[in-house]
Structures are given as structure tokens and as C-alpha cells.
């Protein structure tokens, strides 16, 4: 496995859920939440790109659980070919059924309401996508 940082982003119509890892890709941490409507997303994904200089980008794809593409799919795809333009790295589609239901369910169980953390949820999804991403990486080797 390549070392170096890897970043996923959780693709919403209002929220993009961010994530990297460590250059050893031990730890997949939240970043922050970016608004998908914000006129200067272009210009945020570049200053996170340069920060984290990633090797590697994943972009979650939701698909419907019998694996058919969705609306929100083909949008996610649409995000991914903008980072395609600006990014120096691979950037790939990482499947994403369940992520954010799971990362839902789990800040539930902490004890907070969906509804107080919309942000954090989003982020958590981004690093279950990071996590589920890595651990195919590490299956590769």
C-alpha cells in the first residue's frame, strides 16, 4: 500500500461530509462539513487538497441496496469528475450503502439527536467511506 493520506468525501445536496487518514492509513479522522451550494466549494476543495496533498480521494456512492444507481449517485459521480479536475491523484467511487445510517445510528447510541449533529454525522459517514475504502486497500496487497 502506497503511504500517504487519503481523503473521502460524503456527498449530500446540502452537506459534503469530509475525512482523511494518516499517511500509514492506520486512522480515518473527520475533517469538517463543507455546504454543497457554497459559491466557493471550488476553492475550499483546492485548499483541502493542499493541505492533506492526498494520494489517493474517495468519493461515497450511494446506490439503492440492490445496487442500482440512484439521483444521488449520479450527483456523487458529478461531485467526483469536479474533483477529477482539480485533484493530482486518483480519485475513485467507494460504495456507500449504509454509511450514514450507520453513522447516524451510532452517534444515536452516544446519546445525541440526528438533528443537533447533522454536521458530525456527515463526517462520520466520510470516515466510514475512508475506513470501508482502506480496509479493500489493505485487502490488495
Same mark, same amino acid.
Not at 2 to 9: E, K, L, S, V, Y
Not at 100 to 107: F, G, L, W
Not at 112 to 135: C, G, M, N, P, Y
Given at each position: *500500500? @502506497? ?9 449530500? !445536496? ?7 487518514? !494518516? ?21 475550499? &476543495? ?18 439503492? *441496496?440492490?445496487?442500482? =444507481? ?7 459521480? =458529478?461531485?467526483? =469528475? ?10 475513485? *467511487?467507494? !460504495? ?10 451510532? *452517534? @444515536? ?13 456527515? @463526517? ?9 475504502? &482502506?480496509?479493500? =486497500?489493505?485487502?490488495?496487497?
Amino acid at each position: *500500500m @502506497q503511504r500517504g493520506r487519503r481523503i473521502a468525501f460524503d456527498y449530500g !445536496d446540502v452537506r459534503i461530509g469530509v475525512a482523511v487518514c !494518516d499517511p500509514d492509513a492506520i486512522l480515518a479522522s473527520p475533517v469538517c462539513t463543507l455546504k454543497s451550494s457554497d459559491s466557493k466549494l471550488k476553492v475550499r &476543495l483546492i485548499e483541502i487538497l493542499n493541505e492533506y496533498e492526498p494520494v489517493h480521494i474517495y468519493v461515497g456512492k450511494p446506490t439503492h *441496496m440492490d445496487g442500482r =444507481e440512484s439521483d444521488s449517485s449520479i450527483k456523487a459521480s =458529478e461531485f467526483a =469528475e469536479k474533483l477529477r479536475e482539480i485533484a493530482t491523484c486518483t480519485v475513485e *467511487m467507494i !460504495d456507500e450503502r449504509l454509511s450514514t445510517v450507520s453513522a447516524t445510528r451510532n *452517534m @444515536q447510541e452516544s446519546g445525541v439527536k440526528a438533528r443537533d449533529a447533522r454536521t458530525s454525522i456527515d @463526517q462520520a459517514a466520510a470516515v466510514a467511506i475512508l475506513e470501508f475504502a &482502506l480496509e479493500i =486497500e489493505k485487502k490488495k496487497r
